[in-house]
T-cell receptor, first 115, second 111 residues
C-alpha cells in the first residue's frame, strides 16, 4: 500500500541552525501538507502546497519557514534559524485532491529537537 | 474558525470494559476523521465519517457522526491493552486546506 515517508526520523540541532525535513508523498498525490505536534499537544496545521506554490499557511508558518518541491518526488520543510520552541514532531501529509474534505495521509513524522 | 473539543482528555479503563470518547465541533461539517497515535509514532487513520448518521466499525472500535448535534463518538467495546494509545478526532476547516484536530484522548487500558 502506498505511504508517505519522511526522513530523518529524528533530528537534533543547535538553536540558530538551519534544518531541512524531507518527505516523499504518495506518488499520485498532488497536494502536500506539513503539520506539527509539540510534545503532549494537539496536531497543528502549518502549510499546504499545490502546483509548486503555497496554497495556505497558518500564523505559525512565519518567515523562518519555507517549503519546496525540489524534484518530482520530494517535498521539504526548511527552518532557517531554529528556536527552542520549534522542537516538535513534524508530520508531512499528502492527498490526491485538495481541500480539507479530502482525506490526508500522514507520514511517520520527524522528531526535531532544538538544543 | 472550526474548533474541535474532545473529552475526556485522559481515560484509564480496565480490560473488558466499554467506554465512549466524545468529539464536539463548532461549525457545520459533514465529515470527521478519527486517528490513533502510539507514543512517538505517526497518525494512523482509523475512520473517515462522511455523512450524517455514518457509523463505522473496526474490531472493538465503532465511530459515529451526528452532524446536527455536531458530535462524533468513538465507542470502545470490551477494551484490551492493545488499544492503549492517544485518539484524535479532526474536522475539515471549511474553505480551507487544513484539518483541525482535537487535543486527543490518551487511553490507557489496564489488565
Amino acid at each position: 500500500e502506498p505511504e508517505v515517508t519522511q526522513t530523518p526520523s529524528h533530528q537534533v540541532t543547535q538553536m540558530g541552525q538551519e534544518v531541512i525535513l524531507r518527505c516523499v508523498p504518495i506518488s499520485n498525490h498532488l497536494y502536500f501538507y506539513w503539520y506539527r505536534q509539540i510534545l503532549g499537544q494537539k496536531v497543528e496545521f502549518l502549510v499546504s502546497f499545490y502546483n509548486n506554490e503555497i496554497s495556505e499557511k497558518s500564523e505559525i508558518f512565519d518567515d523562518q519557514f519555507s517549503v519546496e518541491r525540489p524534484d518530482g518526488s520530494n517535498f521539504t520543510l526548511k527552518i532557517r534559524s531554529t528556536k527552542l520552541e520549534d522542537s516538535a514532531m513534524y508530520f508531512c501529509a499528502s492527498s490526491e485532491y485538495g481541500g480539507s474534505y479530502n482525506e490526508q495521509f500522514f507520514g511517520p513524522g520527524t522528531r526535531l529537537t532544538v538544543l | 474558525e472550526l474548533k474541535v473539543e474532545q473529552n475526556p482528555l485522559f481515560l484509564s479503563m480496565q480490560e473488558g470494559k466499554n467506554y465512549t470518547i466524545y468529539c464536539n465541533y463548532s461549525t457545520t461539517s459533514d465529515r470527521l476523521y478519527w486517528y490513533r497515535q502510539d507514543p512517538g509514532k505517526s497518525l494512523e487513520s482509523l475512520f473517515v465519517l462522511l455523512s450524517n448518521g455514518a457509523v463505522k466499525q473496526e474490531g472493538r472500535l465503532m465511530a459515529s457522526l451526528d452532524t446536527k448535534a455536531r458530535l462524533s463518538t468513538l465507542h470502545i467495546t470490551a477494551a484490551v491493552h492493545d488499544l492503549s494509545a492517544t485518539y484524535f478526532c479532526a474536522g475539515p476547516q471549511g474553505g480551507s486546506e487544513k484539518l483541525v484536530f482535537g487535543k486527543g484522548t490518551k487511553l490507557t487500558v489496564n489488565p
